[in-house]
């Protein structure tokens, strides 16, 4: 049979008082219950820990004194895996799997996100993976993930929340040898002809509609796409003139030699995040992400 936290903590407190009396104080006890906890565990260690003197004085046998402090120790791992398992009973604690899309690190929402829950949530367990937008609604229906921080979509599958947490502006990334480099801003008209990296999967919604609503807008032709799995091999290639990038403004904290930055002088588009989560997320996680990022 497992230790008794109750008997172990009647130890301490006659160990700590040297007292029955002040050790049934502590605990808020009859006297008479400290006693019949520590002969309790006597009885299962199989030895005295305290000799009673004449005024119920007491003090630790030599096995008492060697048992103090794997009690203690003892006493503390219990009360932890107490805290723990009511933690884990309302969702504070136990692993918690985030999904994000690269903007989500970049922009800092995923950064406001981990420190709300170091803060408020400690004993959770957050794993990260970086994961693109159709990978996540896979990962999330699946239930291998918990929260998503991705791109809007239309249309959510049943059973997910989805909620806009983020939006900030597009800008282009070019190479710092482009020609347009020489504008402060990038009117539309100019970008006709130029070929677009696109680092996203093979889909035609998110940025793939953004650069199709550019080119709508100015007045020009959809132009050649060159698809990549993410923004830094999309980076690279615009920094080695291989083509512009519309890129979220959070993308230029980047700092890639070669690459700049210009907003686009007559076209306000913007790009933005969503947060998923499944209906079965713990409520105390979600809260606190919810309340980072003030929804």
Do not use: W
């Not at 004194?65 to 504070?92: T, V």
């Not at 070929?195 to 080119?215: K, N, S, T, W």
């Amino acid at each position: 049979m497992m230790l008794d936290g109750d008997q172990l903590e009647a130890f301490l407190a006659i160990a700590e008082t040297r007292h029955f009396l002040r050790a049934a104080d502590r605990l808020g006890i009859a006297q008479s219950v400290v006693s019949k906890r520590l002969q309790r565990l006597e009885d299962r260690l199989g030895a005295r820990l305290v000799t009673r003197g004449s005024r119920k004085d007491v003090a630790l046998t030599r096995a008492g004194q060697l048992f103090l402090d794997e009690a203690r120790a003892a006493l503390a791992s219990l009360r932890q895996a107490e805290r723990i398992g009511r933690n884990i009973a309302r969702g504070a604690a136990g692993p918690l799997r985030i999904g994000y899309v690269f903007s989500a690190a970049m922009s800092g929402t995923l950064a406001r996100v981990l420190r709300a829950l170091r803060d408020a949530l400690p004993d959770l367990d957050v794993r990260l993976s970086l994961m693109e937008t159709p990978v996540q609604f896979d990962r999330i229906v699946s239930g291998e993930i918990d929260i998503g921080l991705t791109r809007p979509r239309p249309s959510y599958p049943p059973a997910i929340t989805a909620r806009t947490v983020h939006r900030e502006p597009l800008v282009l990334a070019l190479a710092d040898d482009h020609p347009l480099t020489r504008h402060v801003a990038v009117r539309l008209a100019d970008l006709a002809g130029e070929p677009f990296i696109m680092p996203q999967f093979h889909e035609e919604v998110g940025l793939a509609e953004a650069v199709r609503d550019l080119a709508r807008a100015g007045g020009f032709a959809m132009p050649a796409l060159h698809r990549t799995d993410d923004f830094i091999s999309a980076a690279v290639l615009a920094a080695a003139g291989r083509g512009v990038v519309l890129a979220p403004a959070s993308l230029q904290h980047l700092a890639l030699d070669g690459l700049t930055f210009r907003p686009l002088a007559d076209h306000a588009a913007t790009v933005e995040l969503a947060l998923l989560c499944r209906d079965d997320t713990p409520a105390a996680a979600r809260g606190v992400i919810e309340r980072a990022l003030a929804l």
